[in-house]
């Protein structure tokens, strides 16, 4: 892509994500490849050509080149193969049919078990035994997910992330045999896009890049703005659970987001975290 055309890919793209107009510097180095991220959209209708191993391995290698706290490496990546796994881990899922159909399946696993292990092995104490271990190994593990999708968005292939999978995280671990310490964090699906996507309006960076120090907000005034401004760009097709809330009339993210956390999810996650043996205090 000439930068030019990167630059104006760019801006028309943040406007519709922000609401915000940028100046782009066409002599920017690498404005192809910001293009890439500031278009950016979750795919769930793939082409259905196959996405070759050697390309999937070679992405899995830039993606776990990724910076790692302390240089743990607390992330491993499952590629899925299996269409008896896969379907497995489809089954807990019911609603979510592009997992399915999706030519790859990837998921992103921290890993808490090997740390331990080194200090096993070099017959060393452990005395490290509390939440940070799960949290590092879970920052980790986003980190190169995140990696993957940007390398996965450079070639030019689409994906959608699953956090799903996390809703019967037992079931999903006897699948994959996840040793103990080994959690899942969100499955990927990867593709060749059948379609181009939709760009999905963010909050406006003045909620969410903050200079300094967090100062008075008027939280429900810039809410409200994004509501509309995201009804008017791309309005849900359907409003949830209308049975309990009924039909609103102007049905905007924030009110989407209030009716889904109206229940109660993955609520034993915690329990499964425990169980898989790390400690959360
Ligand atoms: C950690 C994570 C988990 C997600 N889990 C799911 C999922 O289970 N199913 C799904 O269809 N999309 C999932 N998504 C995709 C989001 O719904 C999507 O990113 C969001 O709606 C914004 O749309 P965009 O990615 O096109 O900008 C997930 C995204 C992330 C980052």
Redesign the pocket.
């Known amino acids: 892509m000439l930068n030019s055309a990167a630059a104006s890919t760019i801006r028309l793209a943040l406007k519709e994500r922000f609401d915000e107009d940028f100046t782009i510097d066409p002599a920017l180095d690498g404005l192809s490849g910001l293009a890439k991220i500031a278009g950016?959209?979750?795919?769930?209708r793939f082409a259905p050509q196959p996405v070759d191993a050697a390309l999937l391995r070679l992405l899995c290698a830039c993606a776990l080149s990724a910076p790692s706290k302390s240089d743990l490496q607390q992330c491993d990546i499952v590629v899925v193969n299996d269409t008896a796994i896969r379907q497995g881990i489809v089954a807990t899922?019911p609603d979510?049919p592009?997992?399915t159909d999706a030519p790859a399946f990837l998921v992103f696993v921290g890993n808490g078990q090997r740390l331990p292990a080194l200090s096993r092995l070099h017959e060393k104490p452990f005395p490290n035994d509390h939440l940070d271990q799960f949290f590092n190994a879970a920052v980790d593990g986003?980190i190169v997910?995140s990696a993957f999708m940007c390398a996965a968005a450079a070639v030019g292939l689409g994906f959608?992330?699953?956090?799903?999978?996390r809703d019967q995280p037992q079931v999903v671990s006897e699948l994959l045999h996840l040793p103990n310490r080994v959690f899942p964090?969100?499955?990927l699906c990867v593709g060749w896009p059948a379609q181009a996507?939709?760009?999905?309006p963010?909050l406006s960076l003045q909620t969410t890049v903050v200079e300094d120090t967090y100062g008075t907000r008027d939280l429900a005034h810039e809410i409200d703005t994004y509501d509309r401004r995201r009804a008017a760009l791309r309005p849900y097709r359907r409003q949830r659970n209308v049975e309990q809330w009924g039909t609103a009339q102007l049905y905007g993210w924030s009110e989407d987001k209030a009716r889904q956390y109206a229940e109660p999810t993955r609520t034993g996650f915690g329990e499964f975290i425990r169980g898989k043996g790390f400690c959360l205090d």
């Open positions: 950016h959209r979750s795919h769930r899922i979510m592009w997992i986003a997910m959608c992330p699953i956090s799903a999978i964090i969100a499955g996507g939709e760009i999905t963010r």
